[in-house]
């Protein structure tokens, strides 16, 4: 596990984007300052069963998290420190229209410009993230993504940001990952809104999709300058089960998870034929979708952390409910329990560009939490990180071998933070947080970097 890192960064050349990311609600805090609204997570945080439990593995909530709504200048700081030349970060839409739509909360915008004049100020390139999940509660109450109307509400929130940011952010991504938004958020119930309907599941995929193809040209309209990308999670499934059913399982797994996502926005519709399950978003297509959910798109963020299992189920319709794997594969988990299987990522980077249709790809996130990472004297030794790290970068650097336009990587994540309804147990950071002082500390992984990328930061002897 001490192996040396066999991988020099500068071989990536001048021209590649060295990013770290976090999300809005993951490290915000401050969830009523300034006239925010509430959120989704707000709401689904807080909410408790007649037994008192909440979604929330720790029954955590993010109402401080990690502070940064007033920490943001330390925060950018560390990124500089660490030697990364971009800041991935999302806007909160309830800070920007407390009730989702009506009237701009001036004070939530000048808080994100002033982000953005810090990152300026610092010497880094903001990338900004319009959605990460926090939809607000008003918009919710009025169906959320399986309303029509939330697209029209997302343009307008898009429009608004874009317009008055767009004079110093170039790079925008329109979404986060839209799966975890419609299945998590709608099926499993993992995740806010926390429902688990297939109706609900087909109306917010299309919308989702939907919203990306218009968002990306309400976003072109107010900032011409822009480069705009979007960000999936892609995880290219593996298939199981007796003979060619593992092929079948693995191709509707395939289409379920990758490309329902991604081939609507480029004009090649749902892939109904291999997952007939997808005949469910029939009845939310209007006459006009084909044309609005063309994206588009400057670039593609491809987001990895691990391949899903799809084992073959014989049901009519649907062949497979994919599921993370488990240690009898023989893959080193995370503390989450996901497989490391970094070739993955040369796999969902392969696909992401099998299409021809991007000329830039971007990593906009990977990374893992592992157990047990404490502050001893001052460090945090974590090398399984940098391990994952580098054979995860090996890949990258491998598929730009292969002719894979890849010219960015972001590490999710800058530092710890609120891991969404696994709450502050897992810990993805570059940099640990003691979530009761907040005190920041630049992780040995943290210092790898630095020490790849000409950061300053160095561990203290
Ligand atoms: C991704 C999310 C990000 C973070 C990482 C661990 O799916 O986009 O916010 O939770 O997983």
Known sequence: MNRPPALNLSDFGPDFTWGVATAAFQIEGSPAADGKGPSIW???THRRDRHGRTPVKDGTTADVATDSYRRFREDIALVRALGFGAYRFSISWPRIFPAGGGPLNRAGLDHYSRVVDACLEAGVEPWVTLYHWDLPQALEDRGGWRARDTVHRYCDYATAVAGALGDRVRHWMLFNEPLNIVISGHVTGAMAPGRRSLPAYFAALHHVNLATGLGSRAVRAADPDAVIGTTQY?????????GRLADVAERAAHAVLNRAF???LLGLGYPWRTAPLLLGVRPFLRDDDAAHLLADLDFLGVQYYTRLRAPFLPLPGLWTVPQFGGAEHG??????GWEIIPEGLGMALDWAHSYGAFERIVVTEGGASFPGEQVV??????????????????????ARERGVPVDGYFAWSL???FEW???FEPRFGLVHVDFATQERTIKDSGYWFAGQLGGTARPPE
Request: hydrophobic content about 35%.
């Open 377 to 398: 004297s001052g460090r945090v030794r974590d090398p399984r990180r940098i391990d994952y790290y580098v054979r995860h970068l090996a890949e990258v650097a491998a």
């Open 42 to 44: 707000d709401t689904f």
């Open 421 to 423: 309804a696994e709450g």
């Open 331 to 336: 893959n080193e988990l995370t503390s989450l």
């Open 234 to 242: 892609v995880s290219p499934p593996i298939g199981s089960g007796p």
């Open 262 to 264: 991604l081939e609507p």
């Open 415 to 417: 530092m710890d933070n």
